[in-house]
Each structure stands twice: as structure tokens, then as C-alpha cells.
């Protein structure tokens, strides 16, 4: 396997487009962790690049769970690596990270107020 840096900062926009999930072994079920123990999450992200239209979905594997994240925001992510594997006649491109969070002056997710029900009176809708 081939591990490539990437520099993030001659990408353009980069957004969540998938919050943060565990990452789970298909044929196990179990929750994947990192050598450390650390559960690693899987957060899909939309690439821009900077010249041209063109735009990328990339899903990025981070130790612990990222914090703050929803659909539609701008994140920044923390040494992305792009991993080339190859497996029998399979090939691809895997995505790491140390941290994805909120862009600089990204406004975080608002969490219901406790004891409030959601939706409108009598908590429907």
C-alpha cells in the first residue's frame, strides 16, 4: 500500500455531507478500532477542487468520534492521507485523517433543549 499526504489547503470547499459513523467490519459487524483502541469513524465529505467544477465524495476514516458535525457544513480536515490498496483484481483509494471538525467560524449544531419535546405542540412534526 502506497500512503500519499494531501494538502488540504489547495482544495476548496470541503463539506460533511454524511455525519460521523462508526466504521463496521461487513462480515463481523464489529465496531473497527485503531491500534490504540480508539473506535474510528467514517465521515463522507465533499471535495471541491479549487480550478474548475469538479467534486469529489470521499469518505475519511478518524480515530474517535469527531465532534460538532452535520450535513452541509464546512469542515477542515487534519492530515488526510490517501491509502492505495489493491486486493486481488479489487483496487481503490482509502482516506484517513487524524481530525475532521467545524471550519474556522462554523456555527455548531444545535442540540434540543432538554425536557423540550421536538416538533411543535405536543411534540409532532
Given at each position: 500500500?502506497q500512503?500519499?499526504?494531501?494538502?488540504?489547503?489547495?482544495?476548496g470547499?470541503?463539506l460533511?455531507v454524511?455525519?460521523?459513523?462508526?466504521?463496521?467490519?461487513?462480515?463481523?459487524?464489529?465496531?473497527?478500532?485503531?491500534?490504540?483502541?480508539?473506535?474510528?469513524?467514517?465521515?463522507?465529505?465533499?471535495?471541491?477542487?479549487?480550478?474548475?467544477?469538479?467534486?469529489?465524495?470521499?469518505?475519511?476514516?478518524?480515530?474517535?468520534?469527531?465532534?460538532?458535525?452535520?450535513?452541509?457544513?464546512?469542515?477542515?480536515?487534519?492530515?488526510?492521507?490517501?491509502?492505495?490498496?489493491?486486493?486481488?483484481?479489487?483496487?481503490?483509494?482509502?482516506?484517513?485523517?487524524t481530525?475532521?471538525?467545524?471550519?474556522?467560524?462554523?456555527?455548531?449544531?444545535?442540540?434540543?433543549?432538554?425536557?423540550?419535546?421536538?416538533?411543535?405542540?405536543?411534540?409532532?412534526?
Open positions: 500500500m500512503s500519499i499526504p494531501v494538502d488540504t489547503a489547495r482544495l470547499a470541503i460533511c454524511v455525519p460521523p459513523e462508526p466504521r463496521v467490519n461487513p462480515e463481523t459487524g464489529q465496531i473497527r478500532v485503531d491500534r490504540d483502541g480508539n473506535t474510528i469513524y467514517v465521515v463522507g465529505c465533499v471535495v471541491r477542487q479549487v480550478e474548475g467544477r469538479r467534486s469529489d465524495v470521499i469518505e475519511v476514516a478518524v480515530p474517535g468520534e469527531p465532534r460538532g458535525l452535520d450535513a452541509g457544513m464546512r469542515v477542515e480536515i487534519a492530515e488526510l492521507t490517501a491509502i492505495q490498496w489493491q486486493m486481488g483484481d479489487r483496487s481503490g483509494t482509502s482516506w484517513r485523517a481530525a475532521i471538525t467545524p471550519a474556522a467560524g462554523q456555527p455548531t449544531p444545535a442540540a434540543p433543549a432538554p425536557g423540550k419535546p421536538k416538533g411543535g405542540p405536543g411534540g409532532v412534526g
